[in-house]
């Protein structure tokens, strides 16, 4: 029995040795330098120059079949409205609350994105840039979809297994503005309820902006998460990921 818990305890320290070993050495990652904040018709000046504003450094491979990149890429809030369509509410929601649960994740300040995957609601906004940021798919199994979310967001970390629940705080979003978006969605609404909505929902996302992000949202590691894959009848192995720790 003793040599048994012996060999149990060397392979558990082998292993943890191993996954020790294979993540790359983020302080020697050389980050992107080019960050583009310009303000455009599309990405506005009180997002550009807004104080909460995040910025992401990810790490991808360098091909279809590659190694790890020795540099990183940022991503703005700019980029992210270039993949998603606009800048809304939804997606600077999305991206603080993201930001924090990363910096619990990656506290040395660089998103694997070989390693990460992602669960939220059924939002296209916070779906959408959920996987921009953590490169989760639902075609590989790591991206989930709850629709029984709110607004909130899970990261999960498949090397150390670590999660992180991220959810935006009780009253924090305007109960005017649910009433307005549920008017409209159920189609009962005037031209001008769109044009409102819209203005509530840039000054909800000016106010997310320009806020210290732990007022608005909690953070808590989730210990005893399991990743389990949605559904998926297609779904498929990774590919350019399979060789990023060769030599």
């Not at 980050?31 to 997002?47: C, G, M, Q, S, V």
């Not at 980029?79 to 606009?86: A, C, N, P, Q, S």
């Not at 001008?192 to 000054?203: F, G, H, L, N, T």
């Not at 953070?219 to 297609?234: G, I, L, R, S, T």
Request: charged share 25%.
């Amino acid at each position: 029995m003793v040599k048994k818990a012996l060999l149990f305890i060397v392979v558990v320290v082998l292993a943890c040795w191993f996954v020790l070993l294979a993540q790359p050495k983020f302080k020697q990652i050389e980050r992107d330098k080019e960050i583009d904040l310009k303000p455009t018709w599309y990405f506005f000046d009180w997002a550009a120059n807004a104080p909460y504003a995040p910025v992401f450094h990810v790490l991808d491979t360098e091909s279809s079949l590659g190694r790890y990149a020795k540099r990183t890429k940022a991503i703005t809030l700019k980029d992210l409205v270039k993949f998603h369509g606009h800048l809304c509410d939804g997606l600077v929601t999305a991206a603080v609350a993201l930001n924090l649960g990363f910096k619990v994740l990656y506290p040395e300040g660089v998103i694997d994105r070989t390693d990460t995957g992602c669960v939220t609601n059924n939002s296209p906004c916070f779906g959408d840039v959920a996987a921009y940021l953590t490169g989760g798919r639902i075609r590989f199994g790591t991206q989930k979809i709850n629709p029984q979310m709110g607004n909130e967001f899970i990261l999960y970390r498949f090397s150390t297994k670590e999660a992180v629940h991220i959810a935006m705080k009780p009253g924090v979003f305007p109960d005017e503005l649910i009433q307005l978006e549920r008017q409209i969605r159920s189609g009962n609404f005037a031209p001008s309820d769109i044009d409102r909505c819209q203005k509530m929902q840039w000054d909800f996302a000016r106010k997310v902006l320009n806020t210290p992000p732990e007022q608005l949202f909690t953070v808590e590691k989730v210990p005893d998460f399991v990743w389990e894959p949605d559904e998926y009848p297609n779904r498929g192995i990774r590919g350019d990921i399979l060789l990023k720790n060769a030599p």
